[in-house]
């Protein structure tokens, strides 16, 4: 069983690290990568709705190597909560 992309990227975020688009899309690559909404723009999508929800929150922002803007985000106290409350304990992350 996979989780619903969005719920995955927030239990991904469990454990508290900061991460950006590119992590997270390397980390849950072996799951969804074979999907057709696996790409950089549906991710970074799931990031600012969860950032909109108050789940996660932007820690900090760069430009990288190429010019593009790097946007880090770490989960909040109400993130952890909705992954406790609706991830079974057998999938989640942290």
Do not use: C
Not at 31 to 46: I, R, S, V
Not at 64 to 88: A, F
């Amino acid at each position: 069983m996979v989780l619903p992309s969005r719920m995955a990227v927030l239990n991904y975020m469990s454990d508290g690290e900061e991460v950006d688009v590119k992590s997270v899309m390397s980390a849950l690559k072996k799951d969804y990568g074979n999907e057709g909404q696996f790409n950089k723009k549906m991710y970074l999508d799931h990031l600012l709705a969860l950032e909109a929800n108050g789940l996660v929150e932007m820690t900090s922002y760069d430009l990288d190597s190429e010019n593009e803007l790097v946007m880090r985000y770490q989960i909040t106290e109400d993130g952890e909560q909705t992954v406790s409350k609706y991830v079974d304990a057998a999938y989640r992350k942290g």
